[in-house]
């Protein structure tokens, strides 16, 4: 296939990413009715809203990140806008589609295809991300096994000394990366395509990122859950953590549901239906409108203008 077919295709996936995810926010409104939305905003004060923002955005700041190590690690310079512009369409729409090689991947491979990057650069990209997300996930799943080994009980079953040992096989994923990172230079191959480990230093950075990400969107979720029931973070960030872990294996789009029915069994009597309808405002719906509306604007850019007629 040529190039300018890839081009094409990519565009188009790209808009119909867009159009399938505004298709299930207006299906997840639809179940929800905007009596119901609305009470549930009523119950939550301001300040939560502004809290849980602010960790949206530092959540988000942190994600472009993500590419900026994928650029370097591909051996590609781009100025640091345009790595955010991509990576924040690709994640606006790509958390609720859902599907995340296909549907953050087209629309990585749209913008840095044009961008002048090759599709081995690319997908070093996605890779690189999707390393950094499970870095992340780890870390924090091994953080929260640690501090409150109840959780194993209450969710997996587990005894405290099993989820003990869950939380240090967790934690041993970064250091066994790093090692990695530092021991292993010799090109490794996978079918025809040739690549190395990231350094170390980029290894350290996906570490810190992803565990600071996923600290961040489970301060988002905390902020606007009822503090006057006392909830522990740690228990918020790991049903989060779980929640993300049950919804990538289900494949369902957002992860719809799945989420909600971990929180509700990890915090049984802890009014989380209302936050949780905020929290997926707050984290999914706002960014994704406006990753479409930045998505609209820069496709309305590419178009060629009309020569005017002599």
Not at 224 to 248: F, K, S
Request: some cysteine; proline content about 6%.
């Amino acid at each position: 296939m040529k190039a300018i077919d890839w081009q094409r295709w990519s565009a188009r996936a790209t808009v119909l990413m867009a159009l399938v995810a505004l298709g299930l926010v207006g299906y997840f409104l639809s179940r929800l009715g905007w009596a119901q939305i609305m009470d549930s905003l009523g119950r939550i004060r301001p300040y939560q809203v502004a809290g849980a923002g602010a960790a949206t955005v530092a959540s988000y700041l942190t994600l472009t990140g993500f590419d900026r190590l994928g650029v370097h690690y591909a051996g590609a310079r781009l100025p640091y806008p345009r790595v955010a512009l991509a990576a924040f369409l690709a994640l606006s729409i790509g958390h609720t589609v859902g599907l995340a090689p296909l549907s953050s991947g087209t629309i990585r491979y749209r913008y840095y295809r044009e961008a002048g990057l090759d599709l081995t650069q690319i997908g070093l990209i996605v890779a690189l991300s999707a390393a950094t997300v499970t870095l992340g996930e780890a870390s924090l799943a091994g953080l929260a096994l640690l501090t409150q080994p109840t959780l194993g009980d209450r969710l997996l079953h587990l005894p405290a000394a099993s989820a003990r040992i869950i939380g240090w096989l967790c934690l041993a994923v970064p250091p066994l990366y790093l090692a990695l990172a530092a021991g292993l230079r010799r090109p490794l191959r996978l079918r025809r395509r040739v690549f190395h480990m990231p350094s170390p230093a980029i290894a350290v950075q996906q570490i810190g990122l992803g565990l600071v990400n996923y600290g961040f969107v489970a301060a988002a979720l905390y902020f606007v859950l009822p503090h006057a029931q006392a909830v522990d973070y740690r228990i918020v960030a790991m049903a989060y953590v779980l929640g993300n872990l049950a919804a990538l294996v289900s494949h369902v789009p957002g992860g719809l549901g799945v989420l909600e029915a971990v929180i509700v069994a990890l915090l049984p009597g802890v009014d989380a239906i209302g936050p949780l309808i905020v929290f997926r405002i707050v984290y999914f719906l706002v960014p994704l409108a406006l990753g479409c509306l930045l998505l609209a604007w820069t496709e309305v850019r590419r178009r060629p203008k009309p020569e005017l007629a002599p």
